[in-house]
């Protein structure tokens, strides 16, 4: 049965038709040990397929699915609507191809604190071990262990990150590790902030329209420069990524874009939640 009080937290969870891996993250959210929270899947299109998956999908969280035209990369304008959509303050973001540790929104909502960015990582795992995880053959609470034991094959086969794979409780005889951990860099798969926070910045700027730096490096320099810092929730908050072939893009574009920028000190940005042009 839904909960009638409002949401602690939202997660907007990025996607783009593949319902079938948006699947086994709705299945993680099932396990997770801090509960009262609902989720925005955020689409960047309008598949059929998608639209037909949420609504047979039964879950024990509040669920709304928001889609526009599919014309191009507009992440950012899918992020940015939902935001606006959001009924909680804290606001958590995920892709659709990242798995949750069972404690992964618990972290994410004890460690909530309106200066700081909550940032972590994700640890990329090989075709079988995804397909495995998808499967069921692995219990999440056990990933760390599967890692540590199959490490070797599974970065041969292509996993990187292993480290942010393994879940280290702060309350047992290794937890100063992740308080020694630090982060450099925001990833946009792994992240939250309070509304207050993005309104400041004026949200996710939707003149980026290729995928990377838009959607989370722009970000962090624009929240430093209003005040806002980075807190590291690295083997806390952790996520699996599924195994696909990457559909990389030249990043200079983007990168020319935010460096324009970085030279205005924009912090603001000009086409985000408002539009200020």
């Given amino acids: 049965m839904l909960s009638s009080t409002p949401p602690k937290a939202s997660l907007i969870i990025s996607v783009y038709k593949n319902t079938r891996f948006l699947d086994a993250v709705m299945k993680s ?12 899947i955020s689409e960047d299109g309008e598949s059929g397929e998608m639209e037909a998956y949420v609504k047979g999908l039964e879950s024990s969280f509040p669920v709304y699915h ?32 990242c798995v949750l540790h ?30 495995r995880l998808i499967g069921g053959d692995y219990a999440l609470e056990k990933m760390g262990k599967v890692i540590r034991k199959n490490a ?15 879940f280290i409780d702060p309350k047992g005889w290794l937890g100063f590790i992740p308080r020694l951990r630090k982060m450099s860099q925001l990833k946009g798969c792994n992240m939250s902030f309070h509304r207050k926070a993005i309104e ?19 970000l962090h320099w624009r929240f430093e420069g209003m005040g806002y810092h980075l807190k590291s929730v690295r083997n806390l908050a952790v ?12 990043q200079e574009e983007n990168m020319a874009m935010m460096r324009q920028n970085q030279a205005k000190r924009q912090f603001v940005c000009k086409n985000g939640l408002k539009k200020l042009i």
Avoid at 200 to 218: C, L, Q, S, T
Avoid at 239 to 250: C, F, R, V
């Fill in 66 to 97: 928001l889609t526009q035209p599919d014309v191009g990369w507009r992440k950012n304008k899918a992020l940015n609507r939902a935001i606006q959509a959001a009924k909680a303050d804290w606001l958590v973001f995920i892709d659709g191809d």
């Fill in 102 to 131: 069972p404690r992964f929104m618990e972290f994410h909502c004890q460690l909530a604190d309106d200066k700081s960015i909550l940032a972590g990582k994700r640890v990329k795992l090989d075709a079988e071990t995804s397909e």
């Fill in 152 to 166: 070797a094959k599974i970065k041969k086969n292509g996993g990187a990150f292993l480290e942010e794979g393994v």
């Fill in 239 to 250: 996520q699996y990524h599924l195994w696909h072939k990457e559909s990389w893009t030249d």
């Fill in 200 to 218: 400041a910045i004026n949200g996710f700027d939707e003149d980026y329209v290729r995928p990377a730096v838009g959607e989370d490096i722009d």
């Fill in 29 to 40: 959210l099932e396990d997770q040990t801090f509960r009262e929270f609902e989720v925005i």
